[in-house]
């Protein structure tokens, strides 16, 4: 009898002049590729995902790992993952699960957008030595300024200024949940977060007490599974966040497997041990725009109106329309995550074929706000596929406030997108609940990680500016005259709101 | 005990007027008048009794942290939001959604609920939230219930629609559903069962009933005398067979 009728992957394989048996790659492994034979090290290469773990904790460089030259034939129709999937339903009858964002090869329009720069007729910028400002604050700004005379005859502000979130640079750390993701990776955005003057994001998890002293620099998240709300939690960060969609899953709920629900995660949850976390696909108080409404006004009356309050949506066709509406329901900020944003577990087939690209819904969004009028009552978050400090400021320049980072950030935690974030085995120790495994995630060591990250980026950023001859990055948001396209057609770029290059 | 007339006012300058009387430390209000407010002890902390004269609006007791609210009339919707501790006792009916999410405390309704009741109800382990409804229920009682107790009790005989709707307890991974009377399985969803109480059941659910008919003066004898029955999850994980790892 056959073993499985699906194709390893991957093969992975040990050197057996170079292997001193030390059985690393045994105790490193999340996935049980590797177990020991008495004399040898076995390998059941079925099970490896390439997440390389093994591979940089090999200490004589014994192991490789190989794309499988076992291949089905070659068929420019039926490519591997449409045979896989089929054999797993096959073996199943279940919906293939996944993890990240979405690998098919839809086009990515941030590759097709370039920036502008200065050349003899405005003067660029040496950000080195001139000052170049990055610091952002996103909430609701007033439609107009108004000042009195203060004693002394100085003018003081008279305008009440709505709440806001002060960044040091424009990015935020994507919502990732205590659960889907481990404390130890929580702690770590967390820390990077306070350094770098920028917010993280808990995700819909509650927030574990470790996380509770860095209130400054946390958004705490309200969505459909209502995990870990009460009235500490949704004073404990800088702003609260609504979650009607994720763009890796437009439409439908969350899905946290049991394998993932220890006790810590259960008590912080409220719900059995083993469980599913099941978040429902729509928030049953919200059917409607006024419903909408309804749940941000309870959110600011709980707050007593001291902090901003988000809505996050997965980019969907009618996203400009959208959005409008959640402006006018009295959000202060629009999340908005493209469907190539990332996700710890969500079908493959909606996380593959539903929703619309960031690039397309951001720059429909705020057109939309800005024909109304409304642009300036709530900043947008563009998020969903955010690689560099390129996309980051094609974003900007689309119309983002800020951008969030999620699989970037994990990336700095040694992650390497092998999209098995929902089998709970990670062996990074970042997406498992696993004691063994999240234990080797030290927050300090990789925090410093991601901090190199933000701080690389931002410099790249403060070049960009450089080279646009702007000091400041809300000088470049919006600023739509500073990209064109190549190789787009002429709707995209309708779309876009961005000229083709050479005009 | 403070007395606010809640006529014509608006519902933020209303609850801004609540907050800070109980942060002074009133421990009793009245709220006259009071005429669809939303929000009303949305959020709020500490002990405090207030008593609602006049039907409240949408959210009463949303992320309520302790306080105790007793409304003489019926409620609208979404009573008890992801409510955390203390207790509402509304002497009428009440809406669609109430206590979603909710993680604690006790939402007592004299009359009938909407939809979606009880829907999410946390729990772990001493934290139980409860709600008692004496009336009857719509559709999708207790759906996705991953913790707590609801319970349904039916007690006007003169109203002759079914106890509850359908789909109860649909998507439920956790907690009790206790029906006065029992249920036909034909409402319920597809992953519950319906069993009979044991000695232990019934202590629990006098425990909470004798509170209940405590608040609206009524004879515990009367409302036991009727069998209940139990309503559970097969299992923790009713969709745990539906993915290919």
Redesign the interface.
């Known amino acids: 009898m056959f073993k499985s009728l699906s194709l390893p992957e991957f093969l992975a394989k040990i050197d057996p002049v170079k292997c001193i048996k030390c059985k690393r790659c045994i105790n490193n492994c999340g996935w049980s590729v590797y177990s020991w034979g008495g004399d040898k090290v076995l390998i059941d290469t079925f099970k490896c995902v390439n997440c390389l773990r093994c591979y940089h904790y090999c200490p004589e460089e014994a192991i490789t790992i190989l794309d499988n030259p076992v291949k089905y034939r070659k068929n420019a129709n039926w490519g591997y993952y449409n045979i896989r999937n089929l054999k797993?339903?096959a073996?199943?009858?279940?919906?293939?699960?996944t993890g990240m964002g979405s690998d098919m090869p839809y086009p990515v329009l941030f590759d097709s957008l370039l920036i502008d720069a200065c050349q003899v007729t405005n003067p660029s910028i040496d950000p080195l030595r001139e000052p170049m400002e990055l610091r952002t604050y996103l909430g609701k700004k007033p439609a107009k300024l108004e000042f009195e005379k203060a004693k002394g005859g100085k003018s003081k502000l008279k305008t009440k200024m709505p709440p806001q979130i002060k960044l040091e640079m424009p990015f935020i750390f994507a919502p990732m949940s205590y659960g889907s993701i481990s404390l130890n990776a929580q702690k770590t955005l967390a820390i990077a977060a306070k350094e770098l003057g920028i917010v993280m994001n808990t995700g819909e998890g509650g927030l574990h007490e470790d996380i509770y002293p860095y209130r400054s620099n946390i958004i705490v998240q309200?969505a459909?599974?209502?995990?870990g709300?009460?009235?500490d939690y949704?004073n404990a960060g800088v702003a609260v966040e609504i979650k009607i969609g994720q763009g890796a899953k437009p439409g439908i709920g969350g899905?946290l497997?049991?394998e993932k629900i220890p006790l810590d995660i259960?008590?912080t949850?409220?719900?059995?041990v083993?469980?599913?976390a099941?978040s429902?696909a729509p928030q049953?108080?919200i059917y409607s725009i006024e419903d909408l409404r309804?749940?941000i006004?309870?959110?600011k009356?709980?707050?007593?109106y001291t902090k901003p309050v988000s809505v996050k949506i997965a980019a969907v066709h009618n996203v400009a329309a959208i959005a409008s509406g959640i402006v006018r329901a009295g959000a202060d900020i629009v999340y908005i995550d493209g469907f190539r944003g990332g996700t710890g577990a969500a079908?493959s087939v909606i996380r593959d074929h539903l929703g619309i690209p960031i690039e397309h819904a951001l720059a429909a969004v705020d057109e939309r706000l800005r024909q109304e009028g409304i642009r300036n009552e709530a900043s947008i978050i563009a998020a969903g596929g955010i690689r560099s400090s390129a996309d980051a400021a094609k974003a900007i320049a689309l119309g983002a406030d800020a951008v969030a980072l999620g699989t970037s950030a994990l990336i700095t935690m040694g992650c390497t997108v092998c999209g098995k974030c929902?089998?709970g085995n990670c062996s990074w120790g970042i997406t498992t609940q696993r004691p063994e495994l999240t234990v080797r995630l030290d927050p300090e060591v990789y925090a410093e990680r991601l901090i190199n990250l933000i701080h690389a980026w931002s410099h790249e950023l403060k070049e960009i500016l450089g080279a646009l001859g702007v000091n400041a990055i809300e000088s470049l948001r919006g600023s739509r005259e500073r990209l064109r396209g190549v190789g787009l057609d002429s709707h995209t770029l309708d779309i876009l709101g961005v000229k083709p290059a050479g005009r | 005990m403070l007395t606010i007339d809640a006529k014509g006012i608006y519902y933020r300058d209303l609850n801004q007027k609540v907050r800070e009387a109980v942060s002074k430390g009133e421990k009793e209000i009245l709220l006259k008048n009071v005429n669809g407010q939303y929000y009303i002890a949305t959020g709020l902390r500490n002990e405090a009794t207030i008593t609602i004269e006049g039907v409240p609006g949408n959210d009463l007791a949303a992320f309520m942290d302790g306080p105790t609210l007793i409304v003489k009339d019926n409620a609208q919707d979404n009573i008890g939001n992801t409510m955390n501790s203390g207790k509402v006792i509304i002497h009428g009916n009440a809406g669609d959604v109430l206590g979603y999410g909710m993680r604690g405390g006790k939402l007592h309704i004299r009359g009938n609920v909407g939809y979606r009741v009880g829907i999410h109800m946390k729990g772990y382990k001493k934290q139980i939230p409860v709600i008692i409804a004496g009336g009857k229920a719509g559709d999708f009682f207790g759906e996705y219930m991953a913790g707590g107790m609801l319970i349904l009790l039916g007690l006007d005989s003169s109203d002759k629609r079914p106890l509850v709707g359908d789909y109860l307890g649909t998507g439920m991974h956790g907690g009790t559903i206790f029906i006065r009377g029992g249920v036909d399985k034909k409402f319920c969803g597809a992953e519950v069962s319906v069993h009979e109480l044991t000695d232990d059941d019934r202590t629990l659910l006098e425990g909470y009933l004798t509170e209940y008919c405590n608040d609206f003066k009524l004879n515990l004898l009367d409302v036991i005398k009727v069998e209940f029955k139990k309503i559970i999850p097969t299992s923790l994980r009713p969709y745990g067979n539906l993915y290919a790892y």
């Not at chain 1, 949850?269 to 059995?272: D, T, V």
């Open positions: 797993k339903q073996d199943t009858g279940g919906i293939p699960l309200v459909s599974g209502r995990f709300v009460n009235p949704l899905h497997p049991g259960a008590k949850r409220m719900i059995p083993g469980t599913d099941i429902p049953h108080d309804q749940l006004y309870a959110i009356e709980a707050t007593n079908p929902y089998t």
